[in-house]
């Protein structure tokens, strides 16, 4: 049984934006036409300084308190496997005054009025949540202190909390009790919250709170939810790039096994039935004219990819490298490219939506909760305050569930049946209608000086959209920012001494969706740089650690990358050239804020390129939990190792494949390092990102490794020796 | 057609198109939602039970050919609220991050060790071929040998 305090009615929709992200605060300011204020912007939302957007004010919005003396926190933020449920619970434990293992978290249904305004991604959910979650349970636990005065008849200052039991005057009161009487809350100023260092929970390895539910099996993912009366969906989706509904011929699958209806919309035209196999089987009847454009073949793509074809915008500049690199003597200058990438989460995307008259509620594996609500009222022509979105835990987010027309669907498919309706994509469906991360093309230049450091240096990196065009970001958004920052996430220069340095983004319109993979750009433009530095290095005659220490600036970002960089060093024992047949690759890159480097470890047998182990350290700032710091740094290693090694999608006939795991390439455990060492810094007081930063530096440490080991340097992902 | 099988441990029978994978009718007919669907292609292993002991990915197992087996998932690895040693080593291990594939990678993991005790790394390798995209590999590993030291001590 859970009793929770009343809430207060809550008509005014709280949007804070706490800091520099704040692209939709900024955008009413004429100032940011101007190109420098749009270099500025786009510094700071390279930067990603942490931001939030929800509601900051309501602690009872957040915190439920059983009768059993348990705090329920209804997150925001969803639960995609990067621990943040976890840290999210150290951090109210702390200032709420309950022990963890008095913490539940669950994710916040719409209707529960706790609602984030943005997303959960961008590795900013617990950074974001830092001190707006703090000031919250710190006020929550003075509600609470302040109810138990009035019952108690003393002064809340008396009391004293322990474990959600409020003491004082010779007696306790359980915070489960007290919420039992209350009617209204009074919220009172934000108190003081603790210094960090009085933090129990805060900064310790505690192990997840999902640990249980997710090795029992527990049905806890979008694909797991029911309702009573469910039927089954499913939609025909085209197979060929750029594909467009015009009409179908429904006549068979109307006459399939346990189809209850066939659902003609003008977008699209889908199948219930009552079964997931029946629903399947009668869509593959349905006979549906596409309209398809182009017959797209991967050389077509690779010709528009090329940097000098789409739109230019310079997103660094210092000093004159333009000048130094078109005009000096001795320029090196090399190509890199990446491929597109497939998102391969393992849970498919799908939703089990039910139109109940003018309410919806969809129950569905999602990163953009409002804009699924959003998308779904606007469908149905519901008000947003009737349609509920109870979000589940995701079987993998890495930004895949950005994007959720799939919540439109099923509802709509409920709608036409009256009832519970679920609906979900095959594999094939997720691979050929996947947001792709987009395929890259790269050109650096550099200089050397005399004394081997870099006179000049220069980044293009030509790449599809990945923020443009996404529901995330108003197209407003676009001239503003001049350049798609997630495109070049990770793409600007990062050693501050060189004297002349420049980067240049080229946008570039793919007949295909491309979009948000975590890390964005960052995997690819890392392994450009990072593979450049290591050729400048060589070059240079120098060692590619030292080369980097002695090029990046004094201040407080460049100190922190240089820690980390020499941790990693350290920690990995690192020695340049080839010993007993392995050989150690270096890289370095910056994201959002938070520093990483890497050695890989690597050997080379015949034409396998074998990773043996990888050194990490990371700067993330106060780590809330460093056990699961280090996990999502084992994981991103793996993740961006997979794509560097072995992760292609191909264009053939005008259709992406392959379509299947397997044919498309992916790490196994046997590809895994068996060695991954995790080094963490914490030269911030507050956290910073973690989920993605791990990513950037791997493709380039192993390609760095590589060279090494063969002379040849693979400018290219995958890596192939072939 | 009326299909007859014990599914962890009890019997029960069910009414189906025989031709439907098994996948579907433990997880929609049954209601075990721990089975999970990765691509129904027997390419990701995230639908990996036990029939007779032995790690069968659901997807592509016709429900006609359970017939008189004796089926296991995820919701019948432990015994009661006794986890099994490879839930206990997940645990240890903090393994899973998204969890969605976690299932899938217990029960082939469950099943080597009936056959090999004590797996070697190449064991592991050789084996263990289920995707997880979380990319947890390297925890999952340790928590194989920790699965394998409980079992043995256990026995």
Known sequence: ?722 | MKISFNINGMPQSVEVDGNTPLLWVIRDVLDLKGTKFGCGKAACGACTIHVDGEAVRSCSFAAKFAEGRDITTIEGLSAGDELHPVQQAWIEEVVPQCGYCQPGFMMATAALLEKVPNPTDQDIDDNIVNICRCATYYRMRKAIHRAAEIKNANS
């Open chain 1, 1 to 722: 049984m859970s009793e929770s305090g009343t809430k207060k009615t809550f008509s005014r929709r709280k949007f804070i934006v706490r800091s520099a992200v704040g692209v939709g605060v900024l955008l009413g300011t004429g100032y940011f036409t101007r190109p420098i204020w749009r270099r500025s912007l786009a510094e700071m939302a390279n930067s990603m300084e942490p931001s939030y957007m929800g509601d900051t004010e309501t602690p009872q919005l957040w915190f439920e308190v059983t009768a059993d003396n348990q705090v329920i926190l209804h997150s925001p933020k969803v639960e995609m496997g990067q621990g943040t449920f976890t840290g999210l619970a150290q951090i109210a434990a702390d200032e709420l005054e309950v022990d963890i293992r008095q913490m539940k978290v669950v994710h916040a249904a719409t209707a529960t009025g706790n609602i984030d305004g943005l997303s959960t991604g961008g590795s900013l959910s617990i950074s974001g949540l830092w001190q707006p979650l703090r000031e919250l349970a710190a006020t929550m636990r003075e509600m609470l202190k302040n109810e138990a005065a009035r019952i108690l008849k003393t002064d809340a200052a008396t009391l004293t909390v322990k474990e959600g039991v409020v003491s004082g005057n010779g007696q306790s009161l359980a915070y489960g009790d007290i919420v039992k009487t209350v009617t209204e809350w009074t919220i009172p100023d934000t108190p003081p919250l603790k210094d960090v260092s009085a933090y129990q929970f805060v900064g310790k390895p505690i192990p997840r709170l999902d640990l249980r539910d997710k090795v029992i099996g527990a049905p806890i993912f979008g694909m797991d939810a029911t309702m009573p009366d469910m039927l089954y969906g499913a939609v025909a989706r085209p197979s060929a790039i750029g594909a467009r509904y015009v009409s179908a011929d429904t006549t068979e699958a109307e006459k399939m096994p346990g189809v209850v209806k066939v659902v003609k919309e003008k977008d699209f035209v889908g199948v219930v039935a009552r079964s997931r196999m029946e629903a399947e089987n009668a869509k593959n009847a349905i006979k549906v004219t596409w309209e398809t454009g182009k017959n797209w073949q991967s050389e077509d793509i690779e010709e528009m990819i090329k940097v000098g074809k789409g739109e230019p915008f310079v997103i660094q500049k210092e000093g004159g490298a333009e000048n130094v690199l078109d005009n000096g003597e001795n320029i090196i200058r090399a190509e890199y490219k990446s491929p597109i990438g497939a998102h391969a989460q393992l849970e498919p995307n799908g939703a089990l939506a039910f139109v109940d008259g003018d309410k919806a509620t969809v129950m569905i594996s999602t990163q953009v909760v409002r804009i699924t609500r959003g998308e779904v009222a606007g469908r149905l022509g519901l008000d947003e305050e009737k349609v509920n979105i109870i979000p589940t835990y995701l079987g993998g987010g890495f930004g895949r569930r950005l994007h959720t027309p799939n919540a439109m669907q099923a509802a709509v498919l409920s709608r036409a049946v009256g009832k519970p309706v679920k609906c979900f994509f095959n594999r094939q469906e997720e691979f050929q209608n996947d947001t792709f991360r987009p395929p890259t093309h790269h050109v650096l230049r550099a200089k050397l000086r005399e004394d081997g450091l870099i006179e000049a240096i220069e980044h293009n990196v030509s790449s599809g959209d990945v923020m443009f065009g996404s529901p995330l970001f108003p197209a407003i958004a676009q001239p503003i920012l001049g350049a798609d920052v997630g495109a070049w996430r990770g793409g600007m220069i990062q050693y501050g001494k060189i004297p002349n340095y420049r980067a240049v983004s080229w946008r570039v319109k793919l007949p295909f969706a491309t979009s948000w993979w975590r890390s964005l750009g960052l995997l690819a433009n890392t392994f450009a740089i990072e593979s450049f530095m290591d050729e400048l290095a060589i070059k240079a005659g120098k060692d590619p650690v030292q080369f980097r220490l002695d090029q990046i600036q004094d201040d407080e970002a460049g100190h922190r990358l240089k820690e980390v960089i020499k941790a990693t060093a350290d920690k990995a024992g690192w020695k340049d050239g080839v010993h007993n047949g392995r050989a150690m690759g270096f890289a370095a890159s910056t994201d959002a804020g938070t520093p990483c480097a890497h050695v890989a470890e690597v050997s080379v047998e015949g034409q396998e390129i074998k990773v043996h182990k990888v050194t990490c350290a990371i700067d993330p700032g106060l780590a809330v939990n460093p056990d699961q710091v280090r996990a999502q740094c084992e994981g991103a290693i793996i993740m961006g190792l997979s794509a560097a090694l072995y992760e292609k999608m191909t264009v053939k006939d005008g259709q992406l494949t392959p379509t299947i795991y397997g044919p498309y390439r992916m790490a196994l455990m046997k590809h895994a390092p068996k060695e991954i060492d995790v080094v963490i810094l914490e030269n911030a007081d507050a956290p910073g990102a973690v989920g993605e930063p791990p990513l950037g530096p791997i493709g380039a440490a192993i390609a760095n490794a590589v060279f090494r080991l063969t002379g040849r340097r693979l400018r290219e992902m995958p890596l192939e020796l072939t």
